[in-house]
């Protein structure tokens, strides 16, 4: 290993490994069996609350996107879920790195094929960074948030390629670790977004351990070993093919049905499994499995470009009349630490800014008469004809949103401000969290282990959750916070993007822009037929060293 690389990305993991707490994801195995030898064969049955919208990487962020992407492809380097560490995967090495982040040169193994047959090559290589990193916006294939500043990519010899950046992009290396790079065929880079969709799912080629052999449009997606898999990471558990024959991925939306399959012992796994249900899996044969995310946490998102919360004072009277800590105590169970600021304590870059969300209610409806709002006949605040009436959005990739949205209806509603919950499937609440005069307050979360996942959540021309891109003028409202997001992707040391990252999360919390409610794991239900059940850094599945003692 190299020169300026060496240490640049040692720094980088050393900064990863001392931010973790122990409460990071991990691969260890549930149940109450004595686990013996990992035993290959046998199909697992895996429960997801809802259906898969696209298997194109960059978008893998969604959860039951991502539970596939996952484990259909392989990426170029691998990061550790404990430690976040980086390693080799499908590069030989950790890159080589210009001192300013500008420029990353990996060499790639030359014996990897994708399930089609055809090499993984160089070539290849650099044609899916060039889409991820660029997007085609002809064929509706969006860039990866993950990867910052890209130019393009050159091949320099048949396993050696080389990516350029317009400015300093450190998070590269981590991003070439996550879903958003899974790498594909080159049929498969031809496609566009429908051919990425539901209906195609088989003809998404990956190099990974698995292989999508059948699909049944919004029930079910099977997965199938690959035999001849032989490149896993150096850091993997184990080498060659997945122990599993295959896993079968079944969408069971309501709660109850993916918790009583489970427990009835009628599949092996599910994800998502509530905070009142999580007792169930106390009983013998049964485990709960809660994997950090390491990003961004469950947070309210305050669009103050609407009028009704354009004022700091409103937004302000909103977070101190809202009871964090009942809410949590509520609905959650020890698995949902409280939230002390815009990051969880496991993300690179965590900074506390909870003296900024203090329940006071009385200083609430102080700072809202201070603003000019009174209670009108029905008891509801009014000004100048408007009433203070507020619409949160029903995160339905969320735990308990509607629950979570209903006790803050509550407790808001003893000041005088009325809140709404909008409804509608998955398709309408994303049609709806793009426009601050339907949806006020927007309930989220993002996971990513680097200190990107700020700007990934809040940057104009990322997810944009605050809304402070307008898209008609092309114009911020608040261009001071778009700067110190780009700081965080743009600084070339892992010092200088920790320091950029703090400054962001207290303007953040000084603005009053969000409400951070609690650190987001992934719970899954398993029965102690699951062994070796692993997630990736930020609570995906990964299968590959998962095994089955019945």
């Known amino acids: 290993m190299s020169r300026t690389r060496r240490t640049a990305l040692a720094a980088l993991s050393l900064a990863a490994t001392t931010a973790l707490l122990a409460g990071c994801a991990s691969g260890a195995t549930a149940g109450e ?51 976040l560490e980086l390693g080799p995967w499908i590069a030989t090495e950790l890159p080589e790195v210009n001192a300013d982040a500008t420029e990353y040169t990996f060499t790639i193994r030359d014996d990897v094929t994708y399930s089609d047959g055809t090499p993984l090559t160089a070539e290849n290589v650099v044609k899916n960074i060039d889409l991820y990193g660029k997007g085609d916006a002809d064929r509706a294939l969006t860039p990866s948030e993950a990867i910052n500043n890209y130019d393009h990519g050159e091949v320099i010899d048949a396993t050696t390629v080389k990516f350029f950046f317009s400015a300093p992009s450190p998070g590269f290396a981590q991003a070439v670790s996550t879903i958003n790079s899974g790498l594909v065929s080159d049929a498969t880079l031809d496609l566009d977004s429908e051919g990425f969709g539901p209906g195609s799912a088989t003809e998404v080629i990956g ?37 599993l024959d295959g896993i079968t991925y079944t969408v069971a939306g309501e709660n109850s049905v993916r918790v009583g399959t489970v427990v009835a012992k009628q599949a092996d796994i599910a994800r998502q499994i509530p905070a009142p ?136 509603g003893e000041l005088g401000i009325e809140v709404n919950l909008f ?10 969290s793009l426009d601050a005069d339907t949806i006020q307050v927007y309930h989220s979360m993002v996971g990513r282990a680097d200190y990107d996942v700020l700007k990934s959540q809040f940057f104009s021309t990322n997810r944009n959750t605050l809304l402070n891109y307008d898209t008609a003028t092309q114009k911020n409202a608040d261009q001071q916070l778009d700067d110190l997001l780009a700081a965080v992707a743009s600084s070339p040391t892992p010092e200088a ?22 650190e987001e794991p992934q719970v899954y239900g398993l029965t102690d037929a699951v062994q070796g059940f692993a997630t990736e850094s930020v609570g995906r599945p990964n299968f590959y060293s998962t095994w089955l003692n019945r």
């Not at 029930?219 to 896993?232: G, K, M, N």
């Not at 249900?277 to 469950?298: C, K, R, Y």
């Not at 993007?497 to 609690?518: C, G, K, T, V």
């Open 33 to 83: 069996k004595p686990a013996g030898d990992p035993a290959t064969g046998g199909t697992l049955s895996y429960l997801e609350p809802q259906a898969w919208t696209t298997l194109y990487p960059p978008a893998g962020g969604f959860y039951p996107n991502g539970g596939i992407v996952n484990n259909i492809t392989d990426r170029l380097l691998y990061q550790d879920p404990e430690t």
């Open 207 to 243: 190099s990974g351990p698995f292989v999508v052999s059948d699909e049944k449009i919004g029930t079910e997606t099977q997965l199938t070993v690959r035999e001849d898999y032989d490149w896993a990471p150096e850091a993997a558990a184990h080498d060659g093919r997945a122990y």
């Open 277 to 412: 249900d999580e007792p169930q899996f106390a009983a013998p044969g049964l485990a709960i499995q809660a994997a950090s995310t390491n990003g961004v946490t469950n947070s309210l998102n305050f669009r103050f470009t609407n009028p009704l919360l354009s004022d700091i004072r409103v937004r302000q009277a909103i977070i101190a009349g809202i009871d964090r800590e009942a809410i949590v105590k509520t609905l959650f169970t020890d698995s949902y630490p409280l939230a002390t600021g815009a990051l969880a304590k496991t993300a690179l870059g965590y900074l506390d800014t909870s003296e900024n969300y203090t329940y006071d209610p009385k200083q609430a409806a102080k700072l809202l008469a201070e603003a000019g709002w009174k209670a009108g006949s029905d008891g509801v605040l009014e000004q100048a004809g408007k009433r203070l009436s507020i619409t949160f959005n029903e995160a339905q990739p969320q735990p308990r949103s509607k629950e979570v949205v209903t006790l803050i209806q509550e407790q808001l």
């Open 423 to 432: 409804s509608g499937d998955y398709a309408a609440q994303t049609a709806a």
């Open 497 to 518: 993007r920790a320091e950029a990252s703090a400054a962001a999360q207290r303007y953040l919390a000084e603005q009053a822009y969000i409400l951070p409610l609690f």
